[in-house]
Structure formats: structure tokens, C-alpha cells
């Protein structure tokens, strides 16, 4: 008889399986060692690989299996029932309707399993080869792929600007030219951001909690308040404790607004973010753009001679002139960080980004002065909520110390020195952002020739609670590979920076070609006499592939591949379509290939089918022949005859580069021959 499960049993995070003998009974102590002992030997994946074993444990051996307790019945049965691949399956769907999440938890258990009859049920034969004495009921299956493929679009990056207004609203010019007239004499007018302090965030103070506690807000001495500071966010509160009226005094934490800042400005992962080091232990202090020993701290690290360096903000030595300069430091990144020592992780990215590092050393400040420690944080402390997955033991020693620049002031006890913690805490915020915008775009008149909003974000119903609505359009991953687009064709960053330093990638992943004038700006030139046309055509087009059947489409639209316009209309959702100059790209006008999001369409997946597979995500496509931009070769391209005067114009474009390129051929080949 299955015993009742009791909740709240530390199973998540304990990797020894001590759980089993108080939820499940002091009869699976064998499974529990056994897990345990496996346990102990992994390093990479240990999340998911703990929640396996415990669903095996718990959902199928438990319910199905009972008699397994003794493990020698699991592997030859009993009463006629033998455990199975297909058992185990249909028992894990009953939880996990991901087919890709179905096949790694079951190859987990035969792994487990594996493990087991090797280490425990094998016996040497007379050559000195291990021979299993019984054989694993569990068969591993191959990863089952959705047959649709599926297109999720990045947010467009004019939005991204407007998220940033909203967040930390910039001075404008009539703010300014008051700012200019009161500067004192001989000196001149700085960037605005610098006339820019946390107080200036309201939006974000908003969101923080209206209630008594929580949210952002933390409770504080009330000399700890200091009021002259601008970025000292202070509130009172009158509550009643113990029967009596008292004042509490709250300050607000900007570390939760902060992470969604980076991450509308540097293409970062949200966990890259929450990891990033403070620099407070380095060797070398950043302080209103000049560099200085560290006297702040007794705890910095090095010397002069060797200096040590872990912050986000970093000292680069240019061996070319000799000089120093500001760059970034971004301590982790995912794989490629696998066996390196703590100070080899991560990359440097050489760009001083001044926004950026004026509000990085405010919030370093902030902390220093409003949540101070005394010692960077030991890895090997940190739980699950703070890295947002379950990591082993080996994997917490090699992250070594870290004096978290994103550590949560609000939260209880040890965990205000920890990082924040991820999406949980994070999603929510980001919603709300996305939802300001949305009301914002619809207020100004920016919808749907129909009338219809601009959808940002997955409506609720009205009795949801705020910290429930998290589901967006735009998921936070998206700003990554919008951010990085932008770069790419928008600046004069070179490619090594964009894609080694910028993106963290540790090769050139894709081919990225910049030029000042690119082909679709050229084309959008000489398409400007067709203006008024062109803009009625912009919003009828996105209505009509909006509400429109794919038949419908058929007839009236002008594409290079049915199941790819099938698969980005899928959404049907008009803000991430781009307008080119000749007609839509419904990918959002994407050029980089993302390593966080495979199902991102773009550039480089636009061309020719390379390799065909019956799983839409194994297909294999080229890039857009002859490079980026080239939208009238790409899968992701559709017009309509409204664009027949800018595709004309491309048309006599490339004529004319073809017509001259034939006659420099004729005129080298003339000259050949004359020699």
C-alpha cells in the first residue's frame, strides 16, 4: 500500500536521500544509498538528475512496484509483473509533457541503473572483464521532437529603448537646458544620465510592495537612513506590534530593478547578472572613472605588482599604447566554464560603456553603505534559490568567492550577503514592465489599423495575484539576442567583439557583415517616393497576416517557403515583425544566431534546407545566400504586390551591379590577353 507523500521534506537539495526513510519508510534504505552513492559521482546536470531519481523512487517504484523495495525483485520481478521502459514512461508523462524532459529523466534512471548492476551486481569472468549478473529493465529512448517547428521572435529594439525610459526615465530636453543654466561657470554639460539618482526611479519603487513589508522594501535603523544621499530611497510606515503604534523605517533595495537594467543594456543571461562580483575585494578601486587602490576594504585581495581582480568593473591594460582603461568583467558563462579554475571563468568585454558603468558603481556604493559585508561570499553556502539550479558539491568549490554585486538587501538573515534569487522573483517585475509599455504604446495611438493593442504580455483574469502574472511575449531571453542584432548592425563594434567578447562566444559562431550602408537601407532610399504607399501598406499587411488563414495567404502573399511563413505566423502576434524596405521579415529582423534560444529564426537559418529531419527542430537550413539582410533569397521574407515599386528598385539595383561587374570582366580580360 503506498504510504501518504509528506511535502516540505528537503528532497530538493538533499543529495543524500535521507527523505526516503522518513516519506517513504526505513525499508528503501537500500535505494537510498544507492542513490546517494550515484549521486555523489555527478557533477554536470545534478538538478535534473535529482528530481529524476525521486519521481522513480517515489511515482513508479512506489505505486507500481512496491515489491522493489527488495532490489532484487526490480530486476527480475514479481507476480508477474516486471518493471518496464513503457511502465516508467507512461508513469513520468503523468507529470512532464515535455517529450524532451520525458527522455533525459528516463535515460537518467537507466544511467542510475547502470551504475548499480556495475558497481554492485557484476562479477569478474576469467579474463578480468566485469559480467552483469542481472540486466537493466530500463532501456534508454531517443529524445522525441515536436514535428512543428516553432519561431519565437525578440523584442524589437525600439522597445527595448522604451523600457529603459520607463525604468530609469532620462531628463529631457527642456530638464537639460534647466540643468545647463544652473551650472556653475566653465563647466559644461554631462552625458544626462549623470543628473540621474535611484530616487528617479518611481516606476520600479512602485512595484516594490505597497504593503507594510516586502517586495523591495526593508526594514532599517533609522540612522542608517541617510537623507542628503540621492540614492538613498527611504519610507516610514505606522503598524501596529505587540498592541502598540510604532514607526517602522523601510529603505529600497534598487538590486531587483538593477538586474533588468543590464540586462536592457548588455546582452547578458539573467543568471550571468545575478553572479556578477562587486569588486569590492579587488586589488584596484573604479571611482567616478578613475582607478585607485583599494583602501576601502581590508578584505581586497593582491598587490600592485599581481594584482587581483574579480569585478564587473575591470582595469584593461592596452599592450598597444600602454595606457589603462574601463571594460567589463563578466565572471560566468555556462558551459564554457566547465573544469576552469575561478579567476579563468568568464570574459572580458573591452567596451566602456559609461551608462553602464556609472549605474554599476552607484549600485556598488549602494551596497557598500546599505547592506555592507565583511568577506566575499563562499560558492560552497549558496542553496538552489540562489543559483536557480540544483549544482553538486565539486561545482560550488570551483566557483570559488564572490562578493555578489547583486545581493539581496531585502531578503532575511545570511541571504541579504547571496544574489538575488532568479526567475521567481525576477519574472513578475519583468511582466509589469512589459504591461507598463503595452498601456503606454496603446495610449499614444500605436495599434493595429483595426484597433486591436499591441500585445506585450498573456492577459490574466482579474483575480490573479500581481506576483502570478508572469507569462509574456517576450520572455527575458529575448533582450539577449535583440541586444546583440542591435550591435550588429547598428554600431561600429567589430566582429571579434560582437562575437567573442560582446557575446561571450569562445569562437566565431556566424558570419556577421557590417557596412554603413546596407543593402535594405540603399533600397529603402529609393523606395522614399513611394512613402504614403508604403506606410498604408505596413499595418494593412500585419492585419492581414494577422487574422488572415494560411489559404488566404496563399493568394494574395508572395514567400519562398509555406511551413517556415506557417511556422513564424504561428504566434500570430504583429510586434515582432519587422518592416524591410520591399516587404516583412517575421523574425523581427534577427541576424544573430542565439545559443540560449534554439528556436529563433533569423539570418542564419534563412536559406536552403541543408539536412532534413522528421523533427522540426533537428531540420538543419543555411543562411540567407550571399549574407545577412539579402531578404528577398530568405525563408522568413513575405510581400505583396503594394511592394512592387521597392522591389522594382531593388531589382534595377542589382542589375546595375551586375551590368558592371561584366564589363570590369570584359575590361580585365582584354588586358590579360594584352600581356
Same mark, same amino acid.
Given at each position: 500500500?503506498?504510504?501518504?507523500?509528506?511535502?516540505?521534506?528537503?528532497?530538493?537539495? !538533499?543529495?543524500?536521500?535521507?527523505?526516503?526513510?522518513?516519506?517513504?519508510?526505513?525499508?528503501?534504505?537500500?535505494?537510498?544509498? #544507492?542513490?546517494?552513492?550515484?549521486?555523489?559521482?555527478?557533477?554536470?546536470?545534478?538538478?535534473?538528475?535529482?528530481?529524476?531519481?525521486?519521481?522513480?523512487?517515489?511515482?513508479?517504484?512506489?505505486?507500481?512496484?512496491?515489491?522493489?523495495?527488495?532490489?532484487?525483485?526490480?530486476?527480475?520481478?514479481?507476480?508477474?509483473?516486471?518493471?518496464?521502459?513503457?511502465?516508467?514512461?507512461?508513469?513520468?508523462?503523468?507529470?512532464?509533457?515535455?517529450?524532451?524532459?520525458?527522455?533525459?529523466?528516463?535515460?537518467?534512471?537507466?544511467?542510475?541503473?547502470?551504475?548499480?548492476?556495475?558497481?554492485?551486481?557484476?562479477?569478474?569472468? !576469467?579474463?578480468?572483464?566485469?559480467?552483469?549478473?542481472?540486466?537493466?529493465?530500463?532501456?534508454?529512448?531517443?529524445?522525441?521532437?515536436?514535428?512543428?517547428?516553432?519561431?519565437?521572435?525578440?523584442?524589437?529594439?525600439?522597445?527595448?529603448?522604451?523600457?529603459?525610459?520607463?525604468?530609469?526615465?532620462?531628463?529631457?530636453?527642456?530638464?537639460?537646458?534647466?540643468?545647463?543654466?544652473?551650472?556653475?561657470?566653465?563647466?559644461?554639460?554631462?552625458?544626462?544620465?549623470?543628473?540621474?539618482?535611484?530616487?528617479?526611479?518611481?516606476?520600479?519603487?512602485?512595484?516594490?510592495?505597497?504593503?507594510?513589508?516586502?517586495?523591495?522594501?526593508?526594514?532599517?535603523?533609522?540612522?542608517?537612513?541617510?537623507?542628503?544621499?540621492? !540614492?538613498? $530611497?527611504?519610507?516610514?510606515?505606522?503598524?501596529?506590534?505587540?498592541?502598540?503604534?510604532?514607526?517602522?523605517?523601510?529603505?529600497?533595495?534598487?538590486?531587483?530593478?538593477?538586474?533588468?537594467?543590464?540586462?536592457?543594456?548588455?546582452?547578458?543571461?539573467?543568471?550571468? $547578472?545575478?553572479?556578477?562580483?562587486?569588486?569590492?575585494?579587488?586589488?584596484?578601486?573604479?571611482?567616478?572613472?578613475?582607478?585607485?587602490?583599494?583602501?576601502?576594504?581590508?578584505?581586497?585581495?593582491?598587490?600592485?605588482?599581481?594584482?587581483?581582480?574579480?569585478?564587473?568593473?575591470?582595469?584593461?591594460?592596452?599592450?598597444?599604447t600602454g595606457q589603462y582603461s574601463t571594460g567589463l568583467y563578466i565572471n560566468t558563462n555556462k558551459t564554457a566554464d566547465q573544469n576552469k579554475d575561478e579567476l579563468e571563468r568568464g570574459y572580458i568585454i573591452p567596451w566602456q560603456n559609461e551608462e553602464v558603468l556609472y549605474w554599476l558603481e552607484k549600485l556598488r556604493n549602494w551596497q557598500e553603505k546599505y547592506n555592507p559585508i565583511v568577506k566575499p561570499t563562499d560558492c560552497t553556502t549558496l542553496l538552489t534559490k540562489h543559483i536557480g539550479?540544483?549544482?553538486?558539491?565539486?561545482?560550488?568549490?570551483?566557483? =570559488?568567492?564572490?562578493?555578489?554585486?547583486?545581493?539581496?538587501?531585502?531578503?532575511?538573515?545570511?541571504?541579504?550577503?547571496?544574489?538575488?534569487?532568479?526567475?521567481?522573483?525576477?519574472?513578475?517585475?519583468?511582466?509589469?514592465? #512589459?504591461?507598463?509599455?503595452?498601456?503606454?504604446?496603446?495610449?499614444? =495611438?500605436?495599434?493595429?489599423?483595426?484597433?486591436?493593442?499591441?500585445?506585450?504580455?498573456?492577459?490574466?483574469?482579474?483575480?490573479?495575484?500581481?506576483?502570478?502574472?508572469?507569462?509574456?511575449?517576450?520572455?527575458?531571453?529575448?533582450?539577449?539576442?535583440?541586444?546583440?542584432?542591435?550591435?550588429?548592425?547598428?554600431?561600429?563594434?567589430?566582429?571579434?567583439?560582437?562575437?567573442?567578447?560582446?557575446?561571450?562566444?569562445?569562437?566565431?559562431?556566424?558570419?556577421?557583415?557590417?557596412?554603413?550602408?546596407?543593402?535594405? $537601407?540603399?533600397?529603402?532610399?529609393?523606395?522614399?517616393?513611394?512613402?504614403?504607399?508604403?506606410?498604408?501598406?505596413?499595418?494593412? $499587411?500585419?492585419?492581414?497576416?494577422? !487574422?488572415?488563414?494560411?489559404?488566404?495567404?496563399?493568394?494574395?502573399?508572395?514567400?519562398?517557403?509555406?511551413?517556415?511563413?506557417?511556422?513564424?505566423?504561428?504566434?500570430?502576434?504583429?510586434?515582432?515583425?519587422?518592416?524591410?524596405?520591399?516587404?516583412?521579415?517575421?523574425?523581427?529582423?534577427?541576424?544573430?544566431?542565439?545559443?540560449?534560444?534554439?528556436?529563433?529564426?533569423?539570418?542564419?537559418n534563412g536559406g536552403e534546407l541543408i539536412r532534413d529531419a522528421s523533427a522540426a527542430v533537428n531540420r538543419i537550413y543555411g543562411s540567407v545566400p550571399h549574407g545577412p539582410e539579402n531578404c528577398i533569397r530568405c525563408r522568413w521574407f513575405i510581400t505583396e504586390a503594394r511592394y512592387l515599386p521597392a522591389l522594382n528598385a531593388q531589382f534595377n539595383q542589382l542589375s546595375y551591379k551586375a551590368h558592371q561587374a561584366a564589363n570590369l570582366s570584359v575590361e580585365i580580360e582584354g588586358e590579360l590577353?594584352?600581356?
Amino acid at each position: 500500500m503506498a504510504k501518504k507523500v509528506k511535502k516540505h521534506d528537503g528532497r530538493t537539495s !538533499d543529495l543524500t536521500f535521507k527523505w526516503m526513510l522518513t516519506t517513504l519508510g526505513p525499508e528503501w534504505e537500500q535505494w537510498q544509498e #544507492l542513490a546517494a552513492e550515484w549521486m555523489a559521482t555527478q557533477h554536470v546536470g545534478v538538478d535534473h538528475k535529482l528530481s529524476a531519481l525521486s519521481r522513480f523512487f517515489e511515482s513508479y517504484l512506489l505505486e507500481c512496484a512496491p515489491y522493489a523495495t527488495d532490489i532484487g525483485l526490480f530486476f527480475k520481478g514479481y507476480n508477474g509483473h516486471i518493471c518496464s521502459t513503457e511502465e516508467l514512461e507512461a508513469t513520468v508523462r503523468k507529470t512532464i509533457n515535455d517529450p524532451v524532459k520525458v527522455s533525459k529523466s528516463i535515460n537518467h534512471l537507466g544511467d542510475f541503473i547502470n551504475y548499480v548492476i556495475e558497481h554492485h551486481l557484476s562479477e569478474e569472468d !576469467d579474463s578480468g572483464n566485469l559480467m552483469p549478473l542481472v540486466r537493466n529493465p530500463l532501456s534508454k529512448i531517443k529524445r522525441q521532437q515536436s514535428h512543428t517547428e516553432t519561431v519565437r521572435n525578440p523584442l524589437p529594439y525600439r522597445y527595448i529603448q522604451d523600457l529603459r525610459q520607463i525604468l530609469c526615465p532620462l531628463p529631457d530636453k527642456a530638464e537639460l537646458t534647466v540643468i545647463e543654466q544652473n551650472l556653475p561657470q566653465g563647466e559644461s554639460l554631462l552625458p544626462s544620465y549623470h543628473y540621474r539618482h535611484f530616487k528617479h526611479w518611481t516606476w520600479a519603487q512602485e512595484q516594490a510592495g505597497q504593503r507594510k513589508s516586502g517586495g523591495d522594501w526593508f526594514e532599517v535603523e533609522p540612522d542608517l537612513i541617510d537623507k542628503s544621499d540621492p !540614492d538613498c $530611497v527611504w519610507r516610514t510606515k505606522e503598524v501596529t506590534r505587540d498592541n502598540k503604534r510604532i514607526t517602522l523605517h523601510q529603505i529600497w533595495s534598487p538590486v531587483k530593478a538593477m538586474v533588468i537594467f543590464m540586462k536592457l543594456h548588455l546582452p547578458l543571461r539573467t543568471y550571468q $547578472v545575478r553572479m556578477l562580483d562587486s569588486g569590492e575585494a579587488d586589488t584596484w578601486r573604479y571611482e567616478s572613472g578613475r582607478w585607485k587602490l583599494n583602501d576601502k576594504h581590508d578584505f581586497a585581495l593582491g598587490s600592485e605588482k599581481r594584482p587581483f581582480g574579480k569585478g564587473i568593473i575591470r582595469r584593461i591594460h592596452d599592450t598597444m599604447t600602454g595606457q589603462y582603461s574601463t571594460g567589463l568583467y563578466i565572471n560566468t558563462n555556462k558551459t564554457a566554464d566547465q573544469n576552469k579554475d575561478e579567476l579563468e571563468r568568464g570574459y572580458i568585454i573591452p567596451w566602456q560603456n559609461e551608462e553602464v558603468l556609472y549605474w554599476l558603481e552607484k549600485l556598488r556604493n549602494w551596497q557598500e553603505k546599505y547592506n555592507p559585508i565583511v568577506k566575499p561570499t563562499d560558492c560552497t553556502t549558496l542553496l538552489t534559490k540562489h543559483i536557480g539550479k540544483h549544482k553538486s558539491q565539486t561545482q560550488l568549490e570551483s566557483m =570559488g568567492e564572490i562578493a555578489f554585486l547583486f545581493r539581496d538587501a531585502s531578503a532575511k538573515g545570511e541571504d541579504k550577503y547571496k544574489p538575488i534569487c532568479g526567475a521567481a522573483n525576477i519574472a513578475p517585475f519583468w511582466y509589469q514592465l #512589459l504591461l507598463e509599455l503595452e498601456n503606454q504604446l496603446a495610449e499614444q =495611438g500605436n495599434t493595429l489599423d483595426n484597433g486591436e493593442r499591441l500585445k506585450l504580455v498573456v492577459d490574466y483574469p482579474e483575480d490573479t495575484p500581481e506576483n502570478a502574472k508572469v507569462a509574456t511575449n517576450f520572455p527575458l531571453h529575448s533582450l539577449r539576442v535583440s541586444l546583440i542584432t542591435a550591435y550588429t548592425m547598428d554600431t561600429q563594434l567589430p566582429l571579434p567583439v560582437i562575437s567573442k567578447l560582446l557575446a561571450g562566444h569562445s569562437r566565431i559562431l556566424m558570419t556577421i557583415y557590417y557596412n554603413k550602408i546596407t543593402p535594405s $537601407v540603399m533600397a529603402e532610399k529609393m523606395s522614399e517616393a513611394e512613402g504614403e504607399l508604403e506606410g498604408k501598406a505596413k499595418q494593412s $499587411v500585419r492585419n492581414f497576416l494577422k !487574422d488572415a488563414s494560411l489559404a488566404q495567404i496563399q493568394c494574395k502573399m508572395v514567400y519562398h517557403k509555406e511551413d517556415s511563413i506557417q511556422a513564424a505566423l504561428v504566434n500570430r502576434n504583429p510586434i515582432g515583425w519587422e518592416e524591410r524596405s520591399a516587404g516583412l521579415c517575421l523574425v523581427g529582423g534577427n541576424t544573430v544566431k542565439s545559443d540560449e534560444v534554439s528556436t529563433l529564426g533569423g539570418c542564419w537559418n534563412g536559406g536552403e534546407l541543408i539536412r532534413d529531419a522528421s523533427a522540426a527542430v533537428n531540420r538543419i537550413y543555411g543562411s540567407v545566400p550571399h549574407g545577412p539582410e539579402n531578404c528577398i533569397r530568405c525563408r522568413w521574407f513575405i510581400t505583396e504586390a503594394r511592394y512592387l515599386p521597392a522591389l522594382n528598385a531593388q531589382f534595377n539595383q542589382l542589375s546595375y551591379k551586375a551590368h558592371q561587374a561584366a564589363n570590369l570582366s570584359v575590361e580585365i580580360e582584354g588586358e590579360l590577353e594584352a600581356l
